[in-house]
């Protein structure tokens, strides 16, 4: 989807007469721009539905593997502090965590590029030659900005949305009951 979202973001940027089309009449290069701009909404079509079809398969997986990636980091970072190891286990630990870490991390800054890829999308629809373009031209490209405005979000059960401040606050919570954890068993032994 971020592909896409980039070639289309290109096309729109590119949305300009060559030389040939500069020399037809100003009716012929509007409706060659109006085609342009439809096959241009067309594609963003297929990129909403295909995000939509993503986010439907995808939303309680997402939920749970957020979820159950935060309680096993704060459990595996109990178990890295408390246990007196040696070096081969506290490297498996450590690598075990970095990698359960960046199974929240990679689909949280996935979500976010999709985010930041839609927002980008206006300001090309807005580098097009639109100023020249007839009022249908105009209108069109008004009406995808308005929907643009609307970044695509893929969420976990609608709860939270796959972006970086949610991983952010995902490993906050996550060390808050670590430290939490930690100083009840602190307590426990005095």
Known sequence: AVGQLQILKTKFVN????????????????DM?????????????????????????LN???????????????????????????T???IF????????????FVPSWMGTQISFE???????????EWIPRSKLFKRSLILFVERAKTPVRITGLKIFTLSLDT??????????????IRQLQVDEVN
Not at 46 to 51: E, P, Q, S, T
Not at 93 to 104: E, H, N, R
Request: proline share 1%.
């Open 60 to 86: 309680i997986t997402i939920f749970v593997q957020l979820g159950m990636s935060s309680i096993v980091i704060c459990v595996g970072l109990c178990g890295f502090v408390a246990m007196p190891s040696n």
């Open 118 to 128: 839609c927002g980008e999308l206006m300001s090309a629809a807005y580098s097009c």
């Open 167 to 180: 991983f952010t606050s995902i490993m906050k919570t996550t060390y808050s009951f670590f430290t939490l």
């Open 33 to 57: 721009q109006i085609e342009r701009l439809r096959k241009y909404l067309t594609h963003y079509e297929i990129i909403l539905k295909y995000c939509a079809i993503v986010q439907d398969i």
């Open 15 to 30: 949305l300009k007469l060559n030389d040939f089309e500069n020399g037809l009449d100003l009716k012929s290069r509007d």
């Open 93 to 104: 630990m450590f690598s075990y965590l970095t990698t359960m870490t960046m199974q929240i």
């Open 88 to 90: 081969e286990t506290a």
